[in-house]
Structure formats: structure tokens, C-alpha cells
């Protein structure tokens, strides 16, 4: 049996459900977004010479039979595996089949979920060698390079030793530059761009994709894991960013990219040479981005606009400012709607992010919730269900704040997992309903979708393909309906 090649590396995105469950679900129709953190490091790899695969169970969920053909052809020495905390329990299953395949191939688990728990992943299973924490671009080229000997001075890595005990060798301290990193590696994403879609409706072209243009947050929101980039805040810089939209352009057709970043304007100086930059030298293309209300103003997003900002998203959580209070600084809903009628004026499509069963929701909170997105002119909004995830500040005591059912395959904030005091599970399902249906029954809503007919034809194209799906998710849930 042939040896495994220490300088071939598999980068492997879980599903983080069952098979059939994925061709069901009505969210990946709407959204697949690609893992660009595995493109990253792929890219980083392959720039120091080593050799990267990339395996996306995600966008091609029925595919075990591809990871194993790949281990079988390309015997890499390393396999490494970004999980959330719902795509967790499936990297270790494809761990599993890993070693099945090449039992000497060495496992590395990194993401959000990763950095949380630190020894404690090491610890659930013993199909992981590694837990990288962190950034993981310069950890696992390290951890490539090393060719079997145990990773005593590399920073960001968590790992057994001799002896079976859990060593933390803790955070690199040398965090990168961001303008220095290659582009993703795109290419190694199979069928991409086609493969992976926007949410509908929120684009004005296809192709499309998403890109990250700086990494961490200055905020300390209590819902938030932070336990990757910490309290860092890095960038890239107004000349990257356009050299990287020429690029998706030049090489995969992109017309539309949706920057996600948790801040994208934080930096104004940055944002407005980027924009110059798409205003004197058009690239003809537009792009989404997310916002807070303290970091946009008239200026800047008449700016924004005449550079190609077609959609603008703010976290607004919850429409009752007390509620809010508890969660996040600068609770000021007043300051939001202005944001938001501002955001409009300049001519940009907005999007609401909104999170129901926060610590301290009641009926009452989320009526107000209701009553305020009503009252704004946004186009569209995403309800989330809260979801207390490792990492979060809130996190640490939240047995004490209500019931919280921790079953890591069903914390992707589609699940009531965590039950606010004084609220029932099945109040919330119904609430949560509710502020659907109630939001797609206004008539100034209705006809902004059917705008998107010449505004996003490719969205209403998606949205017919899988009507039925659509159909067969509204009537699953029509017991929880209140009309």
C-alpha cells in the first residue's frame, strides 16, 4: 500500500446534516454560500508550495463517494476540517471515514466552533489530532510542514502529546496582513460559481458570489463568538478590494459580490478610495455589504451608490430598544430607523437582520419588534432564531436565563434550541410564523418583490424552480399560524 504524501492536503467542508435532509432544505436552496476560509488557506498552501484539495459536502451533499476517491487518488497526509457548530458532529463522522481510508492521515478540526472549545474538542473525540485556533492560514502550513513530528513551537494549534495529555500551545501572536494573503483559491471549489447562490432577492446578476474584505470586530455584542479574531480588526486595503473584483470578474464572470463582513464601513477612508476606484474605473459590476447605523451617512452611501451598492444589511436584533439594551452597545432604535429611511433615499435596496428568542424576549417584545420593522421602509429581513453559540459572551450563563437544549446538530439558528423564561417553545414557533406571514401579506412589500422581476430575474427564476419546495415549507408550518 502506497505511503501518504505529507505535501497533499485535503480541506473538507461538513454538511452538518443528513443527506436527505439537505435535498429538503429550503435554506440551501436560498443560500449557499462558499467556504472561504478553506479557499483562503487552500491558496495560502499552494503559494509555499504544498499541494491543496478542497471538498464542499455543503454545496454537494450527496458526495462521500468523491472524499473517499480523493483519499484513495491523492493519499494526502493531512485533512482538515472548518466546522461550525451544527457541521461538527458530521466533520468527525468524515474524520472517521478518513482513517478508515489512510490510517495514518493526521486530522486538524478549525472554525468557529473550534476556537470556543479548544481542549475541550480534543477531548470528544479521539479521531482529532489537531484543534487549530485562531486564524489558520500560516498554523496549518506549520502543521503540512512538519511531516509527523509533533507541533512543540507551533503557535494557534491545540494537540496530544506523548503521554495522551491535551498540550495548548495558545494564539499566534503574529496575525497576518491581510493585503499580503493571495486570493482564494476559487478554482478548487467544484462547480464554481454555479454551484453557489446568494440569497434570493438579493442580488441584481448572476453569477455571483461573497467575499470577506477584513476579518474580526471592535464590538462586543453578547450573541457574538468572538473566539476566533478575538478583539481584533484588520482589513484589507481600497486597492485589494478592487483588484479582487477584477479578478472574480476576469476569471469567473462574477457580476455581483456580496461583501461579508461584519463591518464593512467601519473604515471610512477605506470605503470611499474604494469607491473612487469603482466609480473612475468601472468594472461594471455592483455589490452588497453590511452595515451599522453609527458607521453610514448620507454621503457615504450616496458615495456607496454611485460605486454599485445595490443592497445594504443592518443588524437591528430586536425592535424593543430595552430588550436591546441588554444585548449590544449603541441601542438606539431611532438611530437605526433614520439609517434606515437615509439608506433608502440614496436609492439602496435594505435588509433587516433580526434574532427572536434573545434572553429576556417575551410576546410583548416581539410584538414591538413587529410594530417596528413594519414601520421602515426595508425590503427585506432575515428572522433568525436565537441560538447561544460557544464563544459568545452570553454563553457562559445561559442555563440561568431560560431552558437551553445544547444539541450542536440543530444549533444553526433555524431551532428553538434556547427557550427565553417565561416563554414556551411552541409560543415562539408561533410568533416566529407570525412575523413572517405578516411581513408578505403587506401590499408595499409585495410589489417590491414583484419588482425583482426586472430587478433580479435570476432570483425569480430560483424562486419558481423550487416553488414546490417553497409551497410544501409553508404548509409544514401552517399549524403554528395565527390566520
Known amino acids: 500500500m502506497a505511503d501518504i504524501n505529507y505535501r497533499h492536503i485535503l480541506l473538507v467542508h461538513p454538511l452538518g446534516y443528513q443527506v436527505d435532509a439537505a435535498a429538503n432544505d429550503i435554506s440551501r436552496k436560498a443560500n449557499i454560500m462558499p467556504p472561504l476560509g478553506l479557499a483562503s488557506i487552500a491558496a495560502y498552501l499552494d503559494r509555499a508550495g504544498l499541494n491543496s484539495l478542497i471538498h464542499d459536502s455543503y454545496a454537494h451533499p450527496d458526495s462521500d463517494s468523491h472524499l473517499r476517491e480523493l483519499l484513495r487518488r491523492e493519499r494526502p497526509g493531512m485533512i ?39 481542549e475541550k474538542v480534543l477531548e470528544f473525540s479521539p479521531l482529532i489530532d ?98 476566533v479574531f478575538q478583539r481584533s480588526f484588520r482589513y484589507n486595503s481600497a486597492g485589494y478590494l478592487y483588484n479582487h473584483m477584477k479578478y472574480l470578474k476576469e476569471n469567473f464572470g462574477i457580476r455581483h459580490v456580496y461583501f461579508y463582513d461584519d463591518q464593512f464601513t467601519f473604515h471610512r477612508g477605506r470605503v470611499e478610495e474604494f469607491c473612487r476606484m469603482m466609480i473612475d474605473q468601472p468594472l461594471g459590476m455592483t455589490y452588497n455589504c453590511a452595515v451599522r447605523a453609527e458607521h453610514v451617512d448620507h454621503g457615504l452611501l450616496s458615495l456607496m451608490k454611485a460605486a454599485g451598492c445595490w443592497m445594504v444589511s443592518l443588524g437591528i436584533e430586536s425592535g424593543d430598544e430595552q ?22 433615499s440614496c436609492g439602496i435596496r435594505t435588509k433587516g437582520l433580526l434574532m427572536m428568542g434573545l434572553p429576556g424576549e417575551s410576546k410583548e417584545s416581539i410584538q414591538r419588534s413587529m410594530e417596528y420593522v413594519f414601520s421602515l421602509p426595508i425590503d427585506d429581513f432575515n428572522l433568525a432564531k436565537f441560538t447561544p453559540f460557544p464563544g459568545s459572551p452570553i454563553y457562559e450563563n445561559i442555563h440561568q436565563l431560560g431552558s437551553f437544549d445544547e444539541d450542536w446538530r440543530k444549533m444553526d439558528c433555524m431551532h428553538f434550541q434556547f427557550v427565553p423564561k417565561g416563554m414556551e417553545k411552541q409560543q415562539l414557533e408561533q410568533l416566529f410564523i407570525e412575523f413572517y406571514r405578516s411581513h408578505f401579506k403587506r401590499n408595499r412589500v409585495l410589489l417590491g418583490y414583484l419588482s425583482m422581476l426586472w430587478k433580479s430575474p435570476d432570483s425569480w427564476l430560483r424562486f419558481i424552480g423550487s416553488a414546490g419546495q417553497f409551497l410544501r415549507f409553508a404548509v409544514s408550518n401552517k399549524r403554528y399560524g395565527t390566520s
Open 323 to 344: 430588550l436591546l439594551a441588554q444585548h449590544r452597545q449603541n441601542a438606539d432604535l431611532d438611530l437605526l430607523a433614520n439609517t434606515i429611511r437615509t439608506i433608502k
Open 130 to 227: 489537531y484543534a487549530v485556533i485562531g486564524e489558520g492560514e500560516q498554523t496549518m502550513l506549520e502543521l503540512a510542514q512538519l511531516e509527523g513530528v509533533e507541533p512543540l513551537n507551533v503557535s494557534g494549534v491545540i494537540w496530544r502529546g506523548s503521554d495522551g495529555s491535551v498540550v495548548n500551545n495558545g494564539y499566534r501572536k503574529d496575525l497576518l496582513v491581510l493585503d499580503d494573503l493571495p486570493f482564494p483559491a476559487y478554482e478548487k471549489l467544484t462547480g464554481y460559481p454555479d454551484a453557489y447562490k446568494l440569497p434570493i432577492f438579493n442580488y441584481p446578476k448572476a453569477p455571483n458570489t461573497s467575499c470577506i474584505s477584513s476579518r474580526g470586530c471592535p464590538y462586543s455584542c453578547s450573541y457574538c463568538d468572538r473566539s
Open 80 to 118: 482538515g476540517f472548518s466546522c461550525t457548530t451544527a457541521s461538527f458532529h458530521d466533520g468527525v463522522r468524515l474524520a472517521q471515514l478518513a482513517k478508515e481510508e489512510l490510517p495514518q492521515i493526521r486530522t486538524v478540526f478549525g472554525g468557529a466552533h473550534v476556537s470556543a472549545l479548544q
